[in-house]
């Protein structure tokens, strides 16, 4: 028998043909081999739902059409058989009831962010995950990057002495155009706000930016300054936004978000500075770290298993010696993988968790009400 | 039932605690959750051994403790269950017996490179392999990225001319200390002539070298001018070395491969030219090609499933949009799944295979052969 | 007879031993051949003012001791051997009193920026030049590029459409630590209100990035919202800031200066992004501008009198074919050499002028003013 | 007066109207103030010689028909007038001609590369300078980046240690069409053996890179193995090669120079690797030189008047502080100023000199007589 007694049982909402996201937590799951989805829910529409859950290698009985009866069939199953967890890849209103209802059940919850469309609805879960002894893990992606821990980790050491100054960066061009206009089923979702909340770019891509700053500078963004805006006629939710910003450590910075960057791909770039230096991350050249000291020596800190230099938290999240590249699917495989092992082992649960949830919604409410005034959060 | 029916059934020969590439082998297998491990020897050392496969949630029935027993064992088992393929990772001189043991027995072989220790055992193995049907995959890894592809199917199309020039260069730095000396497995057998066979340094990147500039250009290499080195004391292998050469299609170019380039990581570049422009690929930046044309025009190919501009061939190898980094896993995770595709499916067998292998020995010989003269392969 | 007939006779103020600034506007300057220094006075420091006199091969009575004698002094010479123009690299507070004197006795100004202290004082400037019919050039250096001409003039010809961001950076170290406690000659002015003006980094380096953003843009920054810091200890003038702002042409964007991030050399970075796509520079990196079109298509415009890609107006200000780095100096040559041709020949004068001077008054005062509110400039 | 009485005086053969180099050599001659053309030869043809003569400021009676009447006319003049230095700009034939005269007129010579056209006018050469206590330089620019320094003297202090490998690659791309036959001046000269002598590319551009190998690595290149060819049909020179190599010192390497590598511009670099490190400089990039210890620790030396990592040879050649690019002109500018500073001030000549002139013409002819053997030198 090869049946693998020590793979955490994984379920999936969302993902279907079509997605984006779905196909890529799967393969993040897949990859260090210590998770096996049992169960999903990939689709409303039952044909898309049945192809997908199929090409999975999933038994019909364990392709449901919804979630609600993902989490009926799934209870009535043995224990040993049952999915111990969730993974929830659908538009952003359906993040917290899907997620509250699993977490009653006893399920383990891994979801997309943000974790909802509002405060108070987060902060509920909150209280639920923590009634029913949950885990909760949210795909805060590019805080699996070994070296953001690199970053964090210094900071943290006081490589760069007091923080003075962060500046973070994300810039997308894919919806420059209309797209949602155009049939693309992620434009179409991602701004509707019945189904993304009241937040376009800042919910989707400007939480990572905000995620990163605070992870990495080990501060909270008190105050802040922003401006949104929506580039597109007709487009309900902000494609395009920037703060000025104030940490509880008295750093300043900036962060922008935006959607509409003509050209770019996929560009998150940290900088945070201190009295002794500084550090710049970019997520589209993931491997290095650059530390430029006060006195100009600048250093490329370059990711690999055997790069004694790396901090052992860095190493951590590493696979290959230096010189082969690891990129997005590997950070997010750290993250599954941690969350595997502290449901599985009882380790340590270092995945970004529903407080990183929580101050994503916290930015996200304090980006819409500032209206160009500071405001705090 | 959640038995995934459509999974290729794979057995390990290598990779226990210490490896180093059989740990990348199960994570490319994984990747795409087409291939399920279910049997392997992965270490002499029985305790070893015993732990590898436990981890990997192998039942201990599936744990052999040599390749030998492994092909017995699976072979009393029902066809349903027993292995399909079998990946090989051990030191070279066990590539071929294992190979031809396992195509004897109607198992698929996926073998580390180089394929053998002489031309002779691998050209053998290539009549077995077709007198049992068997498909062979070979792990030339840098030819499972995308933006290879790319640079192929360019310079098949013409795009830049007649082809000239190409360089090839692979510079690492790991062997610049008598590492061997100091109980480095890796570097322990490599440098080793009883486990490596007669070549060190051409036989472990200098293939990679030589079967990526085969591979874009489209041509082969007819003739060329070595000098090989070996930099340590007493190491017997060569660690170094570098060949001028001629193609078939009478471009010119040098090829370059040093695992004693202290500082370098796993740097391999190909840069080649035909009369109307030249393409840049380096693998520690995988994602990027470089096209210059002739009138200096420069333009930068990035992966990503959404370029318009990528053709056909090297979008099938791409898993995420422009801006998500893929790398060296999702590269070998491609020459996996077209090989898994390959049996399950029947479709063409788009790995490198056996004709590679034969490449590769032909090189290898050639270069041992040179002693600084002009030699024809 | 080899006396230069076509050179621009120019004198210098400021620039001796010790200043960064002058010896970059000699040599800059000289490079073309186009202009000769006849006279200057170079420090306050009799013996400094001497020496820097005599190692440029000045005689001993075109050395002045201060500004006032140089203009009583040259005005006393036949008109043939007299300056033509001058060159002001003093502290912000000598740059109207000394530009005012000189325009009143006929002599153009090339002038250090910011073109004065305050908006009032250049707009009266504005007017004296203009009825003493003087040329004045203000050491914008960085448009003195030929790559910053590309971008301008792409944005122009509508390449990107219209215009949404505009995001511009300019990062440096040097004042991380209390430089001015050290005796550091350069900090101690730019840190001192009576030397400086009002602002320290604002005036230093915000223009410079200020008066890219509108020179590449070809639009007017209407709106701020702005906060200013001073991160050290007795610092009386900002050393690091940032604005939100707005433009006549409805693009947004944000600016941000700093000289405290610790590390940085002289970071000054453009990306403006319009419809179709975007555009990015850096001046660290000079030669290269980067074009990414809406669907992905990245291009590197690289300089080089032989790329037929450039236009006119970038090609002028090269000197040297594609791969033949060009830098700092010959942007500033550029603009020397403009000047000195309007004077010469007629030509028209494309150096940044007075015009530039009181936008960057009052992107200065704006700054000031602002305190984390949104105010018009 | 302003007469500079402390500035060399030079005078240029060939430069004028169409020519690359002659301007190059005149601005970086102009950039220090150290040095005043008094008088040339510009062009074979007498219209272009007197326009660009007169465009340079120069008195008709100081623009020579040829070279022969300018040291004829020079030698008529008051020796406080007349020529002290020649720079040389011709095709290759003539370098010696010229040079063997003035120096003979005891003036000192200034020469673009190659020195000559064969070892032994160059050898002839080198007595008559030694004759007339003539200084020589030769227009190795690239040895002028100050970087280029840094690695040399990194290597000297033992930095790498031992070393191992050399690796020097210069490809152009601008022969790679019969550009010759279009009309291109420069194409039509560096293609013709009666100017341009036995080799095209190999002495126009493979000297560099022998020379930049041999200066950084402090060894000579004692035997070596080349192939050169010509790709286009009818051309009479070498448009491209490459050569297996040893060193003195026991160092292995490659040398490889093409001017048919389409699409590229001016890529010179250089890798060199020791038992501890290596190092890596780009000319395209010449203010970065890339120093990768054997550890993986990867440190980026910047150029900057400001770095103190930076030793004191490569700080001389530097004008500006770090983050203010300096490229090709100030590097030649670097030669011109120590040419000058040796002859005004009689200060040591570290200008490449006619043992550089004489190393490069051994290169040359080896190149030339290996034909895929190896061959001493």
Not at 137 to 146: K, N, R
Not at 156 to 161: E, I, K, S, V
Not at 164 to 172: A, L, M, N
Not at 286 to 314: F, Q, S
Request: with cysteine; charged share 20%.
């Amino acid at each position: 028998m090869s049946k693998p007694a020590n793979r955490l049982r994984l379920g999936m909402i969302g993902g279907g043909e079509g997605a984006f996201i779905g196909a890529v937590h799967r393969a993040a799951a897949n990859l260090d081999g210590r998770i096996q989805l049992v169960c999903g829910s990939f689709s409303r529409e039952p044909g898309n739902n049945l192809r997908s859950g199929r090409a999975l290698g999933l038994a019909d009985n364990r392709i449901y059409p919804d979630w609600q009866s993902l989490l009926r069939g799934e209870a009535a199953l043995p224990p040993a058989e049952r999915l111990q967890a969730l993974t929830i890849a659908t538009p952003n209103q359906l993040h917290v009831p899907i997620a509250e209802a699993a977490a009653r059940a006893g399920i383990h919850v891994f979801s997309e962010k943000p974790a909802g469309i509002n405060f108070r609805e987060v902060a509920d879960l909150a209280r639920t995950l923590a009634d029913n002894g949950c885990h909760y893990g949210l795909a805060h992606t590019y805080l699996g990057y070994p070296l953001v821990h690199q970053a964090r980790d210094m900071v943290a050491a006081g490589t760069l002495g007091r923080i003075r100054k962060i500046y973070v960066d994300y810039r997308q061009g894919w919806l420059a155009d209309g797209l949602e206009y155009s049939g693309n089923k992620q434009a179409g979702w991602r701004t509707d706000p019945a189904q993304a909340g009241a937040s376009g770019c800042m919910a989707d891509i400007g939480t990572h930016a905000f995620g990163l700053a605070e992870f990495v500078a080990g501060q909270k963004i008190v105050r802040l300054c922003a401006e949104l805006r929506s580039h597109i006629d007709g487009r309900q939710l902000d494609d395009d936004g920037a703060a000025l910003f104030r940490t509880d450590g008295d750093a300043s910075g900036v962060l922008t978000a935006s959607q509409v960057c003509a050209g770019e791909e996929n560009n998150l770039t940290l900088r945070i500075y201190g009295e002794h230096g500084g550090l710049e991350w970019q997520q589209m050249q993931p491997d290095v770290l650059i530390h430029r000291a006060a006195n100009g020596d600048t250093r490329l800190l370059r990711a690999g298993t055997d790069r004694d230099y790396l901090l052992p938290g860095t190493r951590r999240g590493l696979r290959l010696p230096a010189g082969h590249p690891e990129g997005y699917l590997e950070a997010m495989a750290n993250l599954y993988r941690d969350f595997a092992d502290a449901i599985l082992t009882g380790s340590e649960n270092s995945v970004p968790g529903i407080d990183h949830g929580l101050r994503g919604m916290a930015f996200i409410e304090a980006m819409l009400a500032s209206h160009g005034n500071w405001i705090s959060l």
